[in-house]
């Protein structure tokens, strides 16, 4: 454990940090949980509000290392400034990711209007259409860890996925709108739990799973103290871990509407598709199988598994001719995407990618990569090309 005279709060070191550069260390939070890494942007200053809000800091060692390398570049000739980037559309996921961290903790608190989540949604809804796989690619490739942001990860990828599949479901704008504001705030009374759930070795404890088990009526409690009243919304948060064929919580129904239905196979999915800090995530192919297998016939699971895709964005996939490849663009109709390469023929990593399409004979998806920690990290900006903001 990291003793707090090793800590330097972020605050004292902010003029080390300017938007669009990337950061000279890594950022943790009181638990000492990652919430960004070193070579990562900081893409604005609400951000970095937001991190000191969460008592972010860097390692004493590292900042005055950074500290020594600047002075030695300023007193030679040698100096040269960080480039600047212009925002990217993958900086953008980062910034909703924090401005929801704050809407977020400011809902538990009860120290924001339930308001502030359609605004919110309506953002996320822009993001989403600025690029639907670019936004799965996000949703799968969840490889810095850092799980102190597990929670609000968790809760901007439920929202997607369950939007891409009501739109293909024809749901009426209204219903769209309270499925992703009911994804947003579905664990709303348990953030800081599912943080520690994604890092902790043990089973849950006792205290844990009562915790859980009554985490949608406390939702609903705390979404009807912010002001909310829209009935679907609230039924969707109280209902979505309760189960068709009964054996579901809080109450054990046996009658659940399609809304909660369709947010508890979101949910299951993209849970077994994250990391925790002892599971290595579940292939996305593997997932979609046991979700195809567990619900037999189920028109909400299939409009999800369409919407999706067997081999969605982010997905590490090994093609016929042996090249290791990451799933980029979902197929206009069948089920061969478009993939970018990231090892030769040999299955070895290479800096240099090519685009394949998996409907060409000799590029057809052999399966899902059997070792993804052979590639811990895959740069959205080299495998699509950089995208406006």
């Known amino acids: 454990m990291t003793h707090d005279v090793d800590r330097v709060p972020l605050q004292?070191?902010?003029?080390?940090?300017?938007?669009?550069?990337v950061l000279p260390f890594s950022v943790l939070d009181t638990h000492e949980r990652l919430l960004l890494s070193a070579g990562q942007r900081l893409v604005n200053e609400a951000q970095f509000e937001a991190l000191i809000d969460r008592g972010a800091w860097?390692?004493?060692a590292l900042v005055a290392a950074e500290r020594v390398a600047r002075a030695l570049a300023s007193n030679g000739d040698a100096a040269v400034e960080a480039a600047v980037l212009l925002p990217s559309l993958f900086d953008g996921w980062e910034r909703l990711l924090w401005q929801f961290d704050k809407i977020s903790r400011g809902l538990a608190s009860s120290l924001l209007p339930g308001s502030v989540v359609p605004t919110f949604w309506k953002s996320l809804q822009a993001q989403v259409d600025a690029d639907p796989d670019v936004a799965l690619f996000f949703c799968l490739r969840q490889e810095d860890h850092r799980f102190a942001l597990y929670a609000q990860h968790h809760a901007i990828h439920c929202a997607v996925v369950t939007l891409l599949a009501t739109r293909l479901l024809a749901w009426s704008a209204a219903r769209q709108d309270a499925m992703g504001c009911a994804a947003l705030t579905m664990n709303l009374a348990m953030?800081?739990?599912?943080?520690?759930?994604?890092?902790?070795?043990?089973?849950?404890?006792?205290?844990?799973?009562?915790?859980?088990?009554?985490?949608?009526?406390?939702?609903?409690?705390?979404?009807?103290?912010?002001?909310?009243?829209?009935?679907?919304w609230l039924s969707t948060v109280l209902q979505h871990h309760e189960h068709p064929k009964g054996g579901g919580y809080p109450q054990g129904l046996t009658e659940v509407s399609d809304a909660a239905h369709l947010l508890r196979l979101a949910d299951v999915y993209m849970a077994k598709v994250s990391p925790?800090?002892?599971?290595?995530?579940?292939?996305?192919?593997?997932?979609?199988?046991?979700?195809?297998?567990?619900?037999?016939?189920?028109p909400l699971a299939m409009a999800m598994i369409k919407a999706i895709g067997v081999h969605p964005p982010g997905a590490l996939v090994?093609?016929?001719?042996?090249?290791?490849?990451?799933?980029?663009?979902?197929p206009a109709?069948?089920?061969?995407?478009i993939v970018a390469t990231l090892s030769n023929t040999q299955g070895h990593p290479v800096a240099h990618t090519h685009?394949?399409?998996?409907?060409?004979?000799?590029?057809?998806?052999?399966?899902?990569?059997?070792?993804?920690?052979?590639?811990?990290?895959?740069?959205?900006?080299?495998?699509?090309?950089?995208?406006?903001?």
């Open 12 to 21: 004292e070191v902010r003029d080390l940090l300017r938007p669009g550069e």
């Open 58 to 60: 860097a390692e004493r």
């Open 333 to 337: 109709s069948g089920t061969h995407p």
């Open 191 to 232: 953030l800081e739990l599912q943080a520690l759930m994604a890092e902790q070795s043990d089973p849950p404890t006792k205290r844990q799973i009562e915790r859980i088990r009554a985490h949608p009526e406390a939702a609903v409690a705390l979404l009807t103290q912010a002001g909310i009243t829209d009935p679907e």
């Open 355 to 389: 685009r394949r399409d998996t409907a060409e004979a000799g590029y057809d998806i052999h399966g899902p990569l059997a070792d993804a920690k052979l590639y811990p990290r895959v740069l959205p900006d080299r495998v699509f090309g950089w995208i406006a903001g």
């Open 276 to 298: 925790r800090a002892l599971r290595a995530p579940l292939a996305p192919v593997m997932a979609m199988r046991q979700l195809f297998q567990q619900n037999p016939g189920d």
């Open 318 to 330: 090994t093609l016929q001719s042996g090249e290791v490849a990451v799933v980029i663009r979902r």
